[in-house]
């Protein structure tokens, strides 16, 4: 395998092999490219049965590629032949983390399940995402994302009072299950340290997704109270939520008694503080049309530029509302370098979607590299195993590699 040492960033000393398709599990092994790590993406050879046509393939959707498979390298494997699993086994030996997202059922019927590669390689971390779990009523039931989103609770408190369930506008279940699976794999490497020995990482799509309705599960579970959609509208404090400008919207979080009476006193409102049934948080959420309908009819008054303005300067949580463009327009967010530079080859010059995470001692590196195309790194991986190139071209001619 290629030495360790030229490779830069946080995570350059480990291996890991990704066998996961669509994106939770490519998500989760985006930090560890992103961080250094050398990432071996395995894909079904051409012409072998059973290519990806999946959600997020090469062909699908190029911008959704390129910044999802970013820093990788590809080997084409066809793992169903003995002489595929062959080639697996010598890079598991090598390797120090291996990421699925088959059904559970499947890598075991296919012999890479984590018992049986533990045994060639017990250091390995092994990571599973799935949709519903390893085992119980669903384990076998496919996981997509908006499923998730449905059965996790999110979308039956998402979107408008009576208007019927919402899907959120982005794959928050597989984003989130990947990121979770992220943090469970360099938990378990952190642990090897002191243990030498790897384990089973697993998380699913449902998991992710109850995990991420944080209080709004809190209040059913402790208080046993169901929660309901409130729109943009914070279901526990008011007024926080979304408010016309003269020109646009603005968001506005005025949590807690400070923040409400600075509100009122920015707005020129001030006699809103001590009127009756606003005195309080409690008092505010049982009238919360009431307080709504005033502090709308104050904020028409001037556009949201003169409002965040104003407003910030007393002290009060606000912010305009960007598109997509504007988003990256943004001067904090160009001062934050979210957009990372990308030479590409058929593409030019690009950028990528930028991780949310800077270390001082390891800082980004200047540009990310392509995703790569399939099977581009095949003849130099299977070389450094010991395979020749007359070998290579046999595999190759086998559908093999």
Not at 321 to 330: G, L
Request: hydrophobic share 40%; net charge negative.
């Amino acid at each position: 395998m290629q030495d360790k040492s030229e490779r830069k960033g946080a995570l350059s000393r480990f291996t890991v092999i990704d066998t996961s398709r669509v994106r939770a599990g490519p998500t989760a092994v985006r930090v560890f490219a992103d961080m250094g790590a050398r990432v071996i993406k395995l894909e079904i050879p051409p012409g072998a049965p059973g290519g990806d046509d999946m959600i997020g393939g090469r062909d699908h959707n190029r911008a959704d590629y390129e910044n999802l498979h970013r820093n990788k390298e590809s080997l084409t494997l066809n793992m169903k032949s003995p002489e595929g699993l062959a080639i697996l086994h010598e890079l598991v030996r090598r390797a120090d983390v291996f990421i699925e997202n088959f059904r559970p059922d499947v890598k075991d019927r296919l012999g890479i399940g984590p018992e049986a590669l533990r045994e060639i390689n017990p250091r390995l971390v092994y990571a599973s995402i799935s949709g519903f779990g390893q085992d119980g009523p669903y384990a076998r039931w496919p996981g997509f994302d908006s499923i998730a989103q449905g059965m996790g609770g999110l979308m039956s408190v998402t979107g408008k009072p009576g208007e019927g369930p919402m899907r959120v506008g982005i794959p928050i279940a597989d984003l989130c299950a990947g990121h979770f699976c992220a943090m469970g794999i360099l938990t378990a490497l952190l642990e090897r340290e002191a243990s030498g020995e790897g384990q089973w990482v697993q998380t699913s799509l449902l998991e992710a997704q109850i995990a991420m309705l944080d209080f709004q599960a809190a209040q059913w579970l402790i208080d046993k109270k169901v929660p309901v959609q409130s729109g943009n509208e914070h279901p526990l404090t008011v007024p926080t939520g979304v408010f016309a400008t003269k020109d646009g919207y603005l968001n506005i979080a005025a949590i807690g008694q400070t923040m409400w009476t600075r509100l009122c006193e920015a707005l020129e409102v001030s006699h809103l503080v001590t009127e009756p049934g606003l005195g309080t948080d409690p008092e505010r959420v049982q009238n919360r049309a009431r307080v709504n309908a005033a502090i709308g009819e104050a904020l028409l008054g001037r556009t949201t530029a003169q409002w965040t303005e104003r407003l910030l300067k007393a002290g009060v949580p606000c912010g305009p509302i960007h598109n997509i463009d504007q988003v990256f327009a943004d001067p904090q967010v160009r001062h934050l370098a979210m957009a990372w530079p990308m030479a590409h080859p058929e593409l030019g010059d690009i950028s990528l979607v930028g991780q949310p995470i800077r270390l001082s001692r390891h800082p980004r590196e200047a540009q990310a590299r392509p995703a790569p195309e399939q099977g581009c790194d095949t003849q130099a991986i299977l070389a450094e195993l010991g395979y020749s190139e007359q070998r290579i071209e046999a595999l190759r001619a086998g559908f093999i590699v």
